[in-house]
């Protein structure tokens, strides 16, 4: 099994910034690609960044040009840089972490970034 931990989150003001953290124990030799996914009250959840074990990053279209996903491959670890917020990127954001061998997610519990003056 595999444990994500994120921190990080919080309430900011338009055009603030806020950097998420994610760490991942437990058998953390299974986890191939890491990332970040957001979900918005009334709304499914949706990928923010991801960055596989090779290192290829991917944005959703949303966030390109503000957010920038970075990460720890041998300790696992994930971070988000998030510049410029918007209200609309209010959520609640997951960690997320893929087991290469089995094809299993594994979540996060979740940390709350409200962007509001």
């Known amino acids: 099994q595999v444990q994500l931990v994120e921190s990080g989150g919080g309430l900011v003001q338009p055009g603030g910034s806020l950097r998420l953290s994610c760490i991942a124990s437990g058998r953390i030799s299974s986890i191939g690609d890491m990332g970040w996914y957001r979900q918005a009250p009334g709304s499914q959840r949706e990928l923010v960044a991801r960055?596989?074990?090779?290192?290829?990053?991917n944005y959703a279209d949303a966030v390109k040009g503000r957010f920038t996903i970075s990460g720890d491959n041998a300790k696992r670890t994930v971070y988000l840089q998030m510049n410029s917020l918007k209200p609309e990127d209010t959520a609640v954001y997951y960690c997320?972490?893929?087991?290469?061998?089995?094809?299993?997610?594994?979540w996060g519990q979740g940390t709350q970034v409200t962007v509001s003056s």
């Open positions: 997320n972490a893929l087991n290469k061998y089995i094809r299993a997610n594994y």
């Open positions: 960055i596989t074990s090779g290192g290829a990053i």
